[in-house]
């Protein structure tokens, strides 16, 4: 049995609801399809959880898709062109679909995209790039033709949380109606696909930014065979993490019955592999590299920058489609980055390069992951301690002491209180079974700051060693209290149960009333996350426990904490004042600037997108941001790849 087979089966329950979608919709391409919101309802819907600070930007999301504007935002033949030549591609315009790939799980307003692509392969995203930068002839002597410029963002499974699938039209097309200008420049010959070999040769042209695809990967599910020794795997961008993980544990199946026939079946558990990043969503893998994701177990495995060994792209148009060539014409470049072996000096690391790029430089389809070997044996331990410094400073001293914990995550007094009522509300459920709260014995925690650890390691001797090394830290030298371990699966699950369910218990504390109170939702939570030096973490993180508790804002403050990062959860309501909202924000500016203060990242995991650009000339100051600005303008000049996020740069740049 081949691995390469196995996510077919794996996904089958996924794209059967894609198919049940495609029926109860209308036809993809349906003239008479509109978006169903307007800038009036996304501004209204959206400003009871907004700071006032914040109503300018969303107001400007909002005005780039209202529906006036949906039907003329891409070019008239942009659809029938790109079906014409791939008849079988699948393309929605329904609202369901556009709705849902115009943002994330986060507070960040929806701005959906004119239209769906569901490739299945890298041809079919060349010939998308390449329509997304043309030149229209207009008719009359008076003007000048025109060049179009159609946005594009790659989307996963929407998992992001700064923004990153929201469509940003920059402002140097639109006027303050959001209405398309066209400024008339001066362009070099040599940027179009028919130029002649005169350098000094410039055409005059009007440029429209045109709408926005979202290309969905979701097609992408290879999975490459995993050979007895290897540690690396390739995987289709669309491939989710835990697909990536059953896939292997049906391979190990596979390569165990080979040893029993050959008598080496004591091999298996050194031979049976994981993918070890693990960011909490079941995120796909092309979009866990274009973050840079992490996670739980990052301590010891490391995050995606270390994780990916390779990846294939494709590269956005660095030319002009004449209008004279549109019917033969040359594709972008496809660029396979990186290599199998576990290092290389090889000239400029641009595996690393495009992993965190956010979809700006290139749309990655398919990525090398490291694999890891699954452990023989895991122990799971936690321990609550007076106040969340000590708890944090107990951290910093089993990492300097180099006590190899796999996973060591902490929460604070108000991420255990939303773990007890979670299972309360859950007693009081009509359901009566818990959701799982009985299976798991779960039992309410003392409200106090509690470490949640994991070790790991190839016998038992090892992990309890580790084990017990990391409890006389936390109970002799920092005060730890009611210290339980645990080595049984269920057991652990049981003994993390405040940990796994913490993101849905959070938005619970603001649960609706059911008075016209529909309470927090994801969509309205604020999630942020910044990243600090271990010798700052206990100071930084309690600091910021702080400012929730005096300026009366409910949300957990919790980490990731081996690695100095962590996180708040912030529910918003829409009942909610305007200085509440206030407060909200100027929580995470707090927490960030004291992040960056003391040298460390606005964000350790989640990313840049546009809600957090304004921090990355406080981090590199104005060297470092205009270095990815010429990384951005030299790979996509026309400024195609998911505009406006990580840095703002202009197409018009570099012209006359």
């Excluded at 169903?36 to 780039?64: C, E, F, G, I, M």
């Excluded at 994330?104 to 041809?123: F, K, L, M, Q, R």
């Amino acid at each position: 049995m081949s691995a390469t087979n196995l996510p077919l089966r794996l996904t089958q329950r996924r794209m059967g609801m894609f198919a049940i979608i495609e029926r109860c919709t209308s036809s993809a391409l349906s003239s008479s399809c509109r978006r169903p919101s307007s800038k009036r309802l996304l501004v209204n819907s959206l400003k009871p959880y907004l700071s006032s600070s914040h109503t300018t930007l969303y107001r400007s999301l909002a005005t780039s898709c209202s529906s006036g504007q949906l039907q003329s935002r891409l070019p008239s033949d942009f659809l029938s062109t790109l079906q014409k030549r791939h008849p079988n591609l699948k393309i929605s315009t329904n609202p369901y679909d556009l709705d849902s790939h115009g943002h994330g799980e986060s507070h960040h307003p929806t701005s959906p995209p004119d239209a769906v692509i569901y490739p299945t392969n890298v041809e079919e995203i060349q010939d998308l790039l390449r329509l997304c930068c043309r030149e229209r002839e207009i008719d009359g002597e008076e003007d000048v033709n025109t060049v179009e410029i159609v946005s594009v963002i790659a989307y996963g499974v929407g998992t992001s949380l700064e923004g990153h699938l929201q469509f940003l039209f920059p402002s140097d097309n639109n006027d303050a109606n959001g209405n398309m200008q066209g400024k008339i420049i001066e362009i070099p010959s040599s940027c179009f696909t028919d130029h002649d070999n005169d350098v000094n040769s410039y055409k005059k042209v009007r440029i429209k930014r045109k709408g926005g695809i979202s290309i969905d990967m979701c097609n992408f599910q290879s999975i490459g065979e995993v050979e007895v020794g290897n540690s690396f795997v390739k995987v289709g961008a669309g491939v989710t993490r835990k697909t990536l993980n059953e896939a292997l544990r049906y391979a190990g199946n596979f390569m165990l019955l080979h040893f029993f026939v050959i008598e080496l079946a004591h091999f298996f558990a050194f031979t049976g592999m994981q993918f070890m990043v693990d960011p909490g969503a079941d995120a796909t893998i092309g979009g866990m590299a274009a973050c840079a994701a992490s996670g739980t177990a990052a301590v010891k495995y490391g995050t995606m920058r270390e994780n990916v060994l390779a990846m294939t792209a494709v590269l956005p148009p660095t030319t002009i489609l004449s209008a004279s060539e549109e019917n033969t014409y040359a594709t972008p470049s496809i660029v396979h980055l990186g290599c199998n072996a576990l290092k290389s000096s090889a000239g400029y690391n641009l595996p690393a390069l495009l992993t965190g790029s956010e979809g700006t430089l290139g749309i990655i389809s398919e990525v090398t992951v490291k694999l890891h070997p699954v452990p023989l044996h895991v122990v799971a331990a936690s321990c609550a301690f007076d106040d969340l410094h000590s708890a944090a400073e107990a951290v910093a001293m089993i990492r300097m002491m180099g006590i190899p914990v796999s996973r060591i995550e902490l929460l604070d007094k108000m991420s255990i209180r939303a773990y007890n009522q979670s299972l309360r509300s859950e007693e009081c459920s009509d359901d009566g079974d818990g959701s799982g709260k009985d299976e798991l014995h779960l039992q309410p925690m003392d409200v106090k700051p509690t470490l949640f650890m994991e070790f790991d390691g190839h016998s038992e001797t090892t992990a309890l060693e580790d084990l017990s090394a990391a409890q006389n830290v936390c109970v002799d030298d920092f005060g730890g209290i009611n210290f339980v371990s645990a080595s049984d699966a269920s057991t652990r699950q049981a003994l993390w149960g405040a940990r796994h369910r913490l993101y849905y218990s959070s938005i619970a504390l603001r649960a609706g009333n059911g008075d016209n109170d529909e309470g927090a939702t994801s969509q309205s939570t604020v999630v942020t996350d910044v990243c600090v030096p271990l010798p700052h973490f206990a100071d930084i993180i309690a600091a910021t426990a702080c400012d929730v508790d005096e300026l009366n804002v409910i949300g957990p403050c919790f980490g990731h904490a081996g690695d100095g990062n962590f996180h708040c959860i912030l529910p918003l309501i829409k009942s909610d004042s305007k200085e509440y909202k206030d407060n909200v924000f100027k929580v995470i500016e707090n927490m960030t600037d004291r992040a960056i203060s003391v040298g460390g990242t606005c964000t350790g995991e989640h990313g840049v997108g546009f809600g957090k650009k304004k921090y990355l000339t406080m981090m590199y100051g104005e060297g470092g941001v205009s270095m990815m600005k010429a990384v951005k303008t030299s790979l996509d000049p026309w400024n195609i790849l998911n505009p406006g996020k990580i840095v703002d740069t202009s197409f018009y740049g570099g012209f006359r």
